[in-house]
């Protein structure tokens, strides 16, 4: 049964940081490209970050440049999003998502291009 489990969220204060894990398992995570994704209230899902099978590529929306790294570590099956600087506008639920990857395309870290979904963890960024 493939999964996607996130951690680290919570709350923290403006400048603050915050590391979140996405924690697979049931399939072979190598094979597939990992997004970051956040959706605040009243607003859509959005792509934060996106890193190819490999690691070797990845792509960052404008508003978290400089602020936030994905990275992964496919032998831990384990995708993370380093959070720092944060602002009270990168308040929101963080998922993690999953799609089978064939050729890295960083226009498609967009939400509909992802297949499979973790629950999400909660982001608060206040004072």
């Known amino acids: 049964q493939l999964q996607l489990v996130e951690s680290g969220g919570g709350l923290v204060q403006p400048g603050g940081s915050l590391r979140l894990s996405c924690i697979t398992s049931g399939f072979t995570v190598g094979y597939y490209d990992i997004g970051w994704f956040r959706q605040a209230p009243g607003k859509e899902r959005e792509g934060v970050s996106c890193?190819?099978?490999?690691?070797?590529?990845?792509v960052y929306a404008d508003s978290v440049k400089g602020r936030f790294t994905i990275s992964r570590d496919n032998a831990k099956k384990t995708v993370y999003l380093q959070i720092n600087s944060l602002k009270p506008e990168d308040t929101a639920v963080y998922y993690c998502a999953a799609k089978r990857s064939w050729s890295w395309n960083r226009q498609t870290c967009i939400p509909d291009a992802y297949t499979y979904w973790g629950q999400g963890t909660q982001v608060t960024v206040s004072s």
């Open positions: 890193i190819s099978d490999s690691g070797s590529y990845t």
